[in-house]
């Protein structure tokens, strides 16, 4: 069972890549699109900062002097220590499907076949903008580790997979 959430273990991965300030980790969030598949806003980071210190997963270094100096974050041994066990778990970890459209149309017997239609049309609308922006992720994480890039392609793939079942499900329907 993990004991550290997708917020935890980002942030804990961040900072064991390179010891990190707050306004540091946000760029990092924002520049390989962190937000795009987990929760972790950026007022949440000194938030989450703290609960691992807290932990003894990371540590403050105190900053150098200057105008600008900001306190940096680094991952302890037993930070590095749970950042390697929780990783390598989720890495094998197979989660449940919790879609929601999977509820919707549990409940579409009751309701007009066109209009289930419409829904799903509407889906797959929303399925061709979501992979439209994730074009931009490609060009955001363009420089980025190879693992930011198999996260694009993670949700690539995904996006792929929705479509076609979206596709068969209207043709299964007969509205396709």
Do not use: C
């Amino acid at each position: 069972m993990s004991t550290l959430t997708d917020a935890e273990l980002t942030v804990l991965g961040l900072v064991g890549e390179a010891p990190r300030h707050g306004y540091e980790l946000a760029r990092v969030v924002d520049a390989r699109g962190v937000r795009d598949w987990t929760a972790l806003g950026s007022s949440s980071i000194y938030y989450v900062l703290e609960r691992l210190a807290a932990r003894g997963l990371v540590e403050a270094v105190a900053p150098a002097a200057g105008p600008k100096a900001r306190v940096t974050y680094r991952a302890t041994s037993a930070g590095f220590a749970l950042l390697a066990e929780e990783s390598l778990a989720a890495l094998a970890d197979v989660a449940p499907v919790h879609a929601r459209v999977l509820v919707a149309l549990a409940n579409s017997p009751g309701l007009p076949p066109d209009d289930v239609a419409a829904g799903l049309r509407a889906r797959l609308d929303a399925l061709g903008e979501a992979a439209d922006a994730l074009a931009v992720a490609d060009v955001r994480t363009a420089g980025a580790p190879p693992a930011a890039r198999a996260i694009v392609d993670y949700a690539r793939a995904l996006l792929a997979a929705d479509r076609s079942w979206t596709q068969a499900t209207l043709a299964m329907l007969g509205k396709g």
